[in-house]
């Protein structure tokens, strides 16, 4: 019993050596995604970085996964246990990788490649997904409706942000878009004649203002007006706006869908504008937690000298399409610090902390933990075999 453990923490030792190789071409991998930011399902240069990268390290790459072009699958290894992890590459418009999906990709691929020993001695098969799309679009979502995950054991993957956490509480989300239509007309000349469209959607604004204070302290909603008008002097007959719903949990979300939708309703009754809405086709799906994964993380993390917050007690980055892959397979999501408490994610300074030295060490950091996991997972069968069945409700 001892020289297994031995040899296990001299695996483990020569694991975070492989990652710290690599640091320099991690760092340049991250840096290259972060100076040209590509947006969902346009992630041409990062995917081919990607598989590049893993091609050369011995990866086995599938492209165009889920027939989608910036997807992809890198899998070394051939038997059972199957261990994925995820990397996202795609920026958001206007700001770049402010959520810093570029050090994602590059934790993600370092971990494979050090991982690649724990498969080399305990078997097993490491696979990386490449998941475009996350933000506006839910590539994940896609994947898992098309089976992608089928037969994957566990699935993790990392994304920097403000606290040291091995669980991430992310809300069910979907969107919705909404017009009104009314009536143009001469605003000074015939306003009596005129159905004001504009004001049928700063209505709906109040109405929702108000709806806040009513809803759970986890809801969240809010919208953007996209079209209000074209002339000051010209009655709107059409105003557009796109909005996003979340709670904790499916169950409320389809409760506050129909209180968000009366809000419209009343605003197009109180007007005379007519009312035309769409939800979206997909829903961003709660994250389940999976604890045995998320334990074994937050030893690995601290092992490299931070401090992690405890399980379940830190309220993540809002809603992310790796809650829809948790719902199919054991999964996690945790995250590394870049930047602190003052400093959030989607701003510019966290698009700047991306590319920065904090930004670097949380790669490296990242990577380690990832590795180091999945050393623990192939390592041990039992420990597996616990997380399942915390995901089957055993």
């Known amino acids: 019993m001892a020289n297994k453990a031995l040899a296990k923490t001299e695996l483990k030792a020569e694991i975070s050596r492989r990652v710290e190789e690599q640091r320099q071409q991690l760092i340049e991998l991250s840096l290259t995604i972060h100076g040209n930011p590509e947006p969902g399902f346009k992630e041409e240069k990062a995917s081919g970085l990607l598989t590049d990268y893993l091609s050369e390290n011995g990866f086995h790459i599938q492209k165009g996964i889920g027939g989608f072009p910036t997807a992809f699958k890198a899998i070394y290894g051939s038997s059972k246990p199957v261990i994925a992890l995820l990397a996202e590459y795609d920026a958001l418009p206007e700001m770049g990788h402010a959520c ?39 590539g994940k979502i896609f994947l898992v409706q098309a089976g992608i995950f ?105 409760e506050l869908k129909n209180k968000v939708m009366k809000c419209f309703e009343g605003a197009a009754l109180a007007t005379g504008s007519r009312l035309d809405y769409k939800w979206a086709d997909v829903v961003y799906q709660p994250m389940r937690n999976n604890l045995v994964l998320a334990e074994l993380f937050a030893r690995n993390l601290e092992s490299l000298g931070r401090k992690v917050e405890p399980l379940e007690s830190y309220f993540g980055f809002g809603s992310t399409d790796m809650g829809n892959v948790s719902q199919v397979v054991p999964a996690i999501h945790p995250s590394v610090a870049i930047v602190p408490p003052n400093i959030l994610l989607h701003s510019a300074e966290f698009t700047v902390a991306a590319a920065s030295e904090s930004g670097h060490k949380g790669i490296i950091d990242a990577a ?27």
């Open 368 to 394: 380690k933990a990832l590795a180091l996991t999945v050393a623990d997972l192939l390592g041990d069968p039992q420990v597996l075999k616990e997380a399942k069945d915390e995901f089957t409700g055993l």
């Open 150 to 254: 089928n037969g994957v054991d566990a699935a993790m993957i990392v994304h920097p942000g403000l606290q040291d956490a091995a669980t991430n509480q992310a809300l069910a989300c979907i969107g919705l878009d909404v017009q009104f239509f009314g009536k143009a007309v001469h605003a000074a000349a015939y306003p009596d004649q005129g159905i004001n469209a504009l004001e049928a959607m700063i209505l709906s604004f109040n109405a929702i203002n108000s709806l806040r204070q009513h809803i759970q302290d986890n809801a969240r909603i809010h919208g953007i007006i996209t079209h209000g008008g074209d002339a000051a002097n010209v009655v709107p007959a059409y105003s557009a706006a796109s909005f996003l719903v979340r709670a904790r949990d499916n169950i409320y979300l389809e």
């Open 100 to 138: 810093g999906h570029n050090i994602i990709a590059a934790s993600s691929a370092g971990a494979a490649v050090a991982g690649k020993l724990a498969v080399d001695n305990f078997g097993g098969t490491l696979i990386v997904f490449g998941t475009p799309a996350e933000e506006l679009f839910g």
